[in-house]
Every structure is written in C-alpha cells, then in structure tokens.
C-alpha cells in the first residue's frame, strides 16, 4: 500500500510503512506507521496531526473516544480508540504515539494520555528523540 504524495508532503516524516488486509469477516483494514527522527518538526506534527484534530476537520463526526492498552504477544502499546462517522460508514481509528520504542510506549500508558500535560512533555523535549506514531 502507498502513502499519498500529499500526505506525505504534508507530514514530513522521515520513515513510513503502510499496509492493507481484510479480516476473516470481510472487514478493510489499513495500518500506517510514521517517524519522526529528532528535530523540532517532530514535536509540532504529534501535537497538530491527532484523528480528533484532522477528521473532524475533513468532515468526520467523532463519536467516541476511549483509551486502551493492547497487548501484542510480549509487548504492550497504548492507543486511544476513536469512533468516527464518515457519510455514514463507521470507522475505527486506534491512534497510539510514543518516543523511543514500542516498550517505552507501554511505560508511557500508565503515565497518562498524550491530550493533556504530556503534549507538554512531547514539546520540552523536541529535538531528542524519535517520535512515532501508530
């Protein structure tokens, strides 16, 4: 799967992956990883480019949003989980971003949210660390 020119115009990243599968229930799935090596677009696009920023503003409805702990074999990554509505197709968004690696993410999940203080953390420490972001 590609990533559109313009959004990766748009994002500046300096590292993607994308890919897209169907389930055994006939459900599309897509996933999309980006990094941000250090540097100070990094804090910027983690505080403006968030699913309750972005689809509402190209017309999604939000309808939830709950955060959650996943568990992939050994590992743990928090997301938050949004519910959006798109002309009447539902979509489910699980949106997760943490410095470092996916294990840091999981200390990060029991240090709170990425929507309040620690957009603030995020932003003292641009330029230090990768960004990523599921």
């Known amino acids: ?3 559109p020119e313009a ?3 748009l994002l500046r990243f300096n590292e993607s992956r994308a890919i897209a599968w169907d389930n055994d229930a006939g459900k599309d799935w897509n996933l ?4 941000w090596l250090p ?3 990094a804090a910027l696009f983690i505080k403006v480019r ?3 920023i972005c689809l509402p503003a190209s017309g999604n409805i939000a309808l939830s949003a709950t955060p959650q702990l996943i568990r992939l074999g050994g590992a743990s990554l928090s997301v938050s989980a949004y519910r959006f509505d798109d002309n009447g197709v539902l979509l489910h968004i699980f949106y997760s971003c943490w410095e470092g690696t996916v294990t840091e993410n999981a200390q990060q999940a029991t240090q709170g949210d990425w929507t309040g203080s620690s957009k603030a953390s ?3 420490h641009r330029g230090r660390t990768n960004f990523n972001l599921l």
């Open 1 to 3: 799967m590609q990533i």
């Open 32 to 35: 999309f990883f980006f990094e």
């Open 7 to 9: 959004a990766t115009t």
């Open 39 to 41: 540097g100070h677009n």
């Open 122 to 124: 995020i932003w003292n």
């Open 50 to 52: 968030r699913p309750e």
